[in-house]
């Protein structure tokens, strides 16, 4: 069958359809990474004192630190002083006012990525914040979401705006001693969301936060932090894109989210930072701190992500959950294809009593990619009756792939319940003849396959965003068997 | 309909099948017995195009086209329909989705519209009811969790919602029970017409109790030794297949 290998090389080249480039004229800092620097982007962005101070000392701790090594992942030495840890693409001194005001470029940027910014065009029920390179492009539907009472605004905002909500839960839940990436971070960063769902408000539309890294050498440094008052509700989705170049690009960013009592916030990602090339070359080395603090009765967080893109990622969205009857979840799918690495998973903190976790992870490996999932399950003494319900799956395809997991519990409470099941499978061959005997092609026939084994993810997702997750696997891996 | 003129193929290093000579007219039922190993699944793999099989002489035309440049897929929507032996577990992938893509892809190919929902919905609720089948099968995923007969019974529904030109039948009663076994033979009878054919591998006659057959071969040591009409069927059953070797065997 000599005419299907021809057909399957022909898919083999992998399509990244976000890789273009904006040519627009920007405000870039020189690369390097000192004190100056640091002062010069809190000053740049107007900032109070205490966040200057909080970035300083972030930075004097970073410098004590040195890169963890404990991950399965090979990487290649980052020079932090060749890259700039500010861009910004050229406007007035004030910034723009309303969307008439910014750069139509900037507009058709998102366009082309499928991310209209004009109310009227944009996805019903979706508010938006535009992040390119270190700052905020707009975002829509504020007013309409202030008459909820909430609060959904670039980082760099809500520090001038509400510095106190700012003051009081800053690095509360991924304090800048956490780790390397997150010390870099909270020394450096420069733009993110704000979100602040007040006491018993349901958040009347889907809140989500578009990155984009498009100056090169630069690193991008997003900070998001979440916080859902009492009996509050909240939906976020995170995308994520960036240009096809052939050096590597930093992305380090911090998520914290704070849910009190009968709180509940449901996070999700679709990550198609650029992969790299088949040789490797090039791609987002995506360096990710995300923590959940659940901090009272029946406080809820949901983690839902699907990880496609990035040459290499290190990410662990966890949970504390604290309050009694609290919840944590972790949907995820990560695929690698071609050379790229992932190592990721989650960490759930059981501290208060009837605390509940599930863990759902599907990883899907093809070409030489190599990927771990690296989970930790920690019941504390005061968890009781605490239970904890994983379930990691791996599906290879082709020959050089490979899928590593790495489970660590440690119960330290008699009445908790935690089980784990793990499986890997390939796509089996038969499976594939079977669909194709019904008249699928090949490449039909591995999406249905790779998309029945993502389906408990995928139907977490909101509905909108489900649709894109499946499209996105399918490019993922176009012409991964072989 | 289907010329299969002096087939050879291997499997690994083994020939399998030696220079194997059929012919199935189109509206016809042809039922292939013969003994364990004699090659009848390599004939039906060979046929519906699956990987692992190397034909290295013969040729096989299929309402005029030969049959073995097509894929897989090509020869699907060209009208032909494998019923397996052992149907393959796809978790996560619902019954009825995998049916709609594989409906629609022939669409495709012919350059027909693709099926609207509504008019999908009936033709598997008509077929689902043929085969006996309840409403939640459907929306369960492809063969998970299904019992042997649920798995039959659903190749048999595909077949019915398919609408093939030719259905190669593999072993579909292996692990039937009886019961099973009438409903998967009601189905198949249901779906004979002028303008389809079938070709039915069994190692029982006790399928043919059931499906009467226009034509019966013997299928052993990669050849069709002996061919003859639903009788000969029976006379197996009551001679057993050494009958036949002996008949057929070569002097010396």
Same mark, same amino acid.
């Given at each position: 069958?000599?005419?299907?290998?021809?057909?399957?090389?022909?898919?083999?080249?992998?399509?990244?359809?976000?890789?273009?480039?904006?040519?627009? =004229?920007?405000?870039? /800092?020189?690369?390097?990474?000192?004190?100056?620097?640091?002062?010069?982007?809190?000053?740049?962005?107007?900032?109070?004192?205490?966040?200057?101070?909080?970035?300083?000392?972030?930075?004097?701790?970073?410098?004590?630190?040195?890169?963890?090594?404990? !991950?399965?992942?090979?990487?290649?030495?980052?020079?932090?002083?060749? /890259?700039?840890?500010?861009?910004?693409?050229?406007?007035?001194?004030?910034?723009?006012?309303?969307?008439?005001?910014?750069?139509?470029?900037?507009?058709?940027?998102?366009?082309?990525?499928?991310?209209?910014?004009?109310?009227?065009?944009?996805?019903?029920?979706?508010?938006?914040?535009?992040?390119?390179?270190?700052?905020?492009?707009?975002?829509?539907?504020?007013?309409?979401? !202030?008459?909820?009472?909430?609060?959904?605004?670039?980082?760099?905002?809500?520090?001038?705006?509400?510095?106190?909500?700012?003051?009081?839960?800053?690095?509360?839940?991924?304090?800048?001693?956490?780790?390397?990436?997150?010390?870099?971070?909270?020394?450096?960063?420069?733009?993110?969301?704000?979100?602040?769902?007040?006491?018993?408000?349901?958040?009347?539309?889907?809140?989500?936060?578009?990155?984009?890294?498009?100056?090169?050498?630069? =690193?991008?440094?997003?900070?998001?932090?979440? /916080?859902?008052?009492?009996?509050?509700?909240?939906?976020?989705?995170?995308?994520?894109?960036?240009?096809?170049?052939?050096?590597?690009?930093?992305?380090?960013?911090?998520?914290?989210?704070?849910?009190?009592?009968?709180?509940? /916030?449901?996070?999700?990602?679709?990550?198609?930072?650029?992969?790299?090339?088949?040789?490797?070359?090039?791609?987002?080395?995506?360096?990710?701190?995300?923590?959940?603090?659940?901090?009272?009765?029946?406080?809820?967080?949901?983690?839902?992500?699907?990880?496609? =893109?990035?040459?290499?990622?290190?990410?662990?969205?966890?949970?504390?959950?604290?309050?009694?009857?609290?919840? =944590?979840?972790?949907?995820?799918?990560?695929?690698?294809?071609?050379?790229?690495?992932?190592?990721?998973?989650?960490?759930?903190?059981?501290?208060?009593?009837?605390?509940?976790?599930?863990?759902?992870?599907?990883?899907?490996?093809?070409?030489?990619?190599?990927?771990?999932?690296?989970?930790?399950?920690?019941?504390?003494?005061?968890?009781?009756?605490?239970?904890?319900?994983?379930?990691?799956?791996?599906?290879?395809?082709?020959?050089?792939?490979?899928?590593?997991?790495?489970?660590?519990?440690?119960?330290?409470?008699?009445?908790?319940?935690?089980?784990?099941? !793990?499986?890997?499978?390939?796509?089996?061959?038969?499976?594939?003849?079977?669909?194709?005997?019904?008249?699928?092609?090949?490449?039909?026939?591995?999406?249905?396959?790779?998309?029945?084994?993502?389906?408990?993810?995928?139907?977490?997702?909101?509905?909108?965003?489900?649709?894109?997750?499946? !499209?996105?696997?399918?490019?993922?891996?176009?012409?991964?068997?072989? | 309909?289907?010329?299969?003129?002096? +087939?050879?193929?291997?499997?690994?290093?083994?020939?399998?099948?030696?220079? @194997?000579?059929?012919?199935?007219?189109?509206?016809?039922?042809?039922?292939?017995?013969?003994?364990?190993?004699?090659?009848?699944?390599?004939?039906?793999?060979?046929?519906?195009?699956?990987?692992?099989?190397?034909?290295?002489?013969?040729?096989?035309? #299929?309402?005029?086209?030969?049959?073995?440049?097509? @894929?897989?897929?090509?020869?699907?929507?060209?009208?032909?329909?494998?019923?397996?032996?052992?149907?393959?577990?796809?978790?996560?992938?619902?019954?009825?989705?995998?049916?709609?893509?594989?409906?629609?892809?022939?669409?495709?190919?012919?350059?027909?519209?693709?099926?609207?929902?509504?008019? #999908? +919905?009936?033709?598997?609720?008509?077929?689902?009811?043929?085969?006996?089948?309840?409403?939640?099968?459907?929306?369960?995923?492809?063969?998970?969790?299904?019992?042997?007969?649920?798995?039959?019974?659903?190749?048999? #529904?595909?077949?019915?919602?398919?609408?093939?030109?030719?259905?190669?039948?593999?072993?579909?009663?292996?692990?039937?029970?009886?019961?099973?076994?009438?409903?998967?033979?009601?189905?198949?009878?249901?779906?004979?017409?002028?303008?389809?054919? #079938?070709?039915?591998?069994?190692?029982?006659?006790? +399928? @043919?109790?059931?499906?009467?057959?226009?034509?019966?071969?013997?299928?052993?040591?990669?050849?069709?030794?002996?061919?003859?009409?639903?009788? @000969?069927?029976?006379?197996?059953?009551?001679?057993?297949?050494?009958?036949?070797?002996?008949?057929?065997?070569?002097?010396?």
């Amino acid at each position: 069958m000599s005419a299907k290998n021809s057909e399957v090389k022909k898919l083999v080249d992998k399509k990244y359809r976000h890789g273009f480039v904006t040519d627009i =004229g920007s405000d870039t /800092i020189p690369p390097g990474l000192n004190e100056d620097v640091i002062r010069l982007i809190s000053h740049k962005k107007d900032e109070p004192q205490f966040m200057l101070d909080w970035r300083l000392k972030a930075y004097r701790y970073w410098e004590t630190l040195r890169e963890p090594d404990w !991950a399965m992942l090979n990487i290649d030495p980052i020079d932090y002083q060749d /890259i700039s840890y500010y861009s910004a693409p050229k406007q007035n001194d004030d910034g723009p006012k309303s969307l008439d005001e910014v750069d139509p470029k900037l507009l058709e940027t998102y366009e082309k990525l499928g991310i209209p910014l004009h109310e009227r065009a944009a996805l019903a029920g979706v508010a938006v914040d535009a992040v390119f390179d270190s700052v905020s492009v707009t975002t829509t539907f504020r007013e309409k979401l !202030a008459d909820a009472g909430v609060i959904f605004c670039p980082f760099s905002d809500a520090v001038k705006d509400y510095p106190e909500l700012i003051e009081k839960y800053l690095g509360t839940v991924v304090p800048y001693r956490d780790n390397f990436f997150a010390a870099l971070n909270s020394a450096v960063f420069s733009d993110g969301s704000f979100v602040y769902i007040p006491k018993g408000v349901r958040c009347p539309m889907e809140l989500s936060t578009y990155f984009r890294i498009n100056e090169a050498k630069t =690193g991008q440094f997003e900070r998001t932090l979440i /916080i859902a008052d009492e009996g509050s509700h909240v939906s976020y989705l995170e995308g994520c894109t960036a240009p096809m170049r052939d050096e590597n690009q930093l992305h380090a960013a911090v998520v914290e989210l704070i849910i009190h009592k009968e709180a509940e /916030i449901k996070y999700s990602t679709v990550q198609n930072w650029y992969p790299g090339d088949e040789e490797g070359r090039g791609g987002i080395y995506n360096f990710v701190t995300k923590r959940a603090d659940c901090r009272g009765t029946n406080s809820k967080v949901s983690w839902t992500q699907i990880e496609a =893109g990035s040459a290499i990622t290190w990410k662990y969205p966890s949970c504390v959950l604290r309050g009694e009857n609290s919840v =944590g979840e972790f949907y995820s799918v990560a695929v690698t294809n071609n050379m790229q690495q992932a190592d990721t998973g989650t960490k759930m903190l059981h501290i208060g009593a009837n605390s509940r976790s599930t863990i759902i992870s599907k990883g899907i490996s093809a070409g030489h990619a190599q990927q771990s999932y690296r989970g930790l399950v920690k019941i504390l003494p005061t968890a009781h009756n605490a239970r904890n319900h994983t379930q990691c799956d791996s599906l290879l395809m082709g020959k050089q792939s490979g899928a590593h997991t790495f489970p660590y519990m440690e119960i330290k409470n008699p009445t908790a319940i935690v089980e784990h099941e !793990a499986t890997t499978s390939k796509i089996a061959d038969d499976q594939l003849f079977y669909c194709r005997q019904r008249g699928l092609s090949e490449e039909d026939a591995v999406n249905m396959i790779v998309n029945g084994f993502c389906k408990e993810v995928f139907r977490e997702l909101p509905m909108e965003f489900a649709v894109e997750a499946q !499209a996105l696997l399918n490019v993922s891996l176009e012409g991964a068997v072989g | 309909m289907l010329n299969i003129d002096n +087939l050879h193929a291997n499997a690994g290093d083994t020939e399998i099948l030696k220079g @194997l000579n059929l012919s199935i007219g189109t509206g016809e039922v042809h039922a292939i017995m013969g003994p364990n190993g004699s090659g009848k699944s390599t004939l039906a793999h060979v046929l519906a195009g699956r990987d692992g099989y190397e034909v290295t002489g013969g040729t096989v035309t #299929f309402l005029g086209t030969e049959l073995l440049d097509m @894929l897989p897929e090509e020869r699907a929507w060209h009208g032909i329909f494998l019923g397996f032996q052992y149907p393959i577990e796809i978790p996560g992938v619902n019954n009825t989705y995998l049916l709609k893509a594989a409906l629609n892809a022939r669409q495709k190919f012919r350059g027909e519209p693709e099926i609207d929902a509504a008019q #999908f +919905l009936r033709v598997i609720k008509d077929k689902a009811r043929l085969m006996q089948m309840e409403q939640s099968f459907l929306n369960r995923s492809v063969n998970e969790g299904f019992s042997g007969g649920e798995k039959k019974r659903n190749e048999i #529904f595909q077949m019915a919602v398919l609408e093939p030109r030719l259905a190669i039948l593999d072993e579909t009663d292996s692990g039937l029970d009886i019961d099973a076994l009438k409903i998967v033979a009601a189905g198949i009878n249901a779906l004979r017409s002028e303008d389809r054919s #079938f070709l039915i591998v069994t190692h029982y006659q006790r +399928l @043919l109790d059931y499906i009467e057959p226009d034509f019966v071969h013997v299928l052993a040591g990669g050849r069709i030794i002996k061919s003859g009409d639903k009788s @000969l069927a029976l006379e197996l059953e009551a001679k057993g297949y050494d009958w036949v070797l002996d008949e057929t065997a070569t002097p010396g």
